[in-house]
């Protein structure tokens, strides 16, 4: 059996791209323990579209705030995804990944609210990470991505 991460991300100066490829290789680390194949499928999110999402067995955002929400092109993320999403992904887990150079709590609000309208179900609570990214930052997202693989594996979600 195959499942399917898809992982959107948008980073201009690299560190939400961090993030997203620790959490990615959290998912890949949990290969030998799982019974089934998951493949992680990353998609700028410019790039994103409603049928990745329709494919996925989860999905993950990691975005960075801009300006006091979600940045532009996570929103053309959801833009793009609306219509054709809207009640055919419900139930669809999904976790968020935010990064933040002093802030993160209006992207946050902003994404599960969209999330929540999709009928998404939160994986676990955002993960947001302020300021500089650390070794711990890079560590707890990492562990985030192979729970992510550990649950897809139990039937957990
Ligand atoms: C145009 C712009 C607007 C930003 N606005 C915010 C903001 O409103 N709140 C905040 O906490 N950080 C803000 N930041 C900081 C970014 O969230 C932070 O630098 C983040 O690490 C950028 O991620 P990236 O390296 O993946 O692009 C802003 C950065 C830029 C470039």
């Known amino acids: ?16 791209l961090q993030l997203a490829q620790s959490l990615s290789a959290g998912i890949a680390s949990a ?17 994103g579209t409603a049928r990745d999402v329709m494919n996925a067995d989860a999905l993950v955002i990691a975005t960075p705030e801009h300006f006091g929400s979600m940045a532009g092109a996570t929103k053309v993320f959801f833009e793009e995804i609306w219509d054709d ?38 994986f676990r609570p955002p993960l947001l990470v302020v300021g500089e ?14 729970t992510l693989a550990l649950s897809l594996d139990n039937g957990l979600i």
């Open 1 to 16: 059996m195959t499942r399917q991460v898809l992982v959107v991300y948008q980073s201009r100066g690299g560190a939400t």
């Open 31 to 47: 290969s030998d323990l799982v019974d089934i194949e998951i493949t992680t499928v990353k998609r700028p999110a410019l790039l």
């Open 85 to 122: 999403c809207l009640d055919q992904t419900r139930g669809l887990p999904w976790q968020l990944v935010v990064k933040a150079g002093t802030d993160g709590s209006q992207t946050i609000e902003g994404v599960q609210k969209l999330a929540k309208a999709q009928g998404w179900k939160q």
């Open 133 to 146: 990214i650390t070794e711990n930052a890079l560590n707890d997202v990492f562990e985030l991505g192979a």
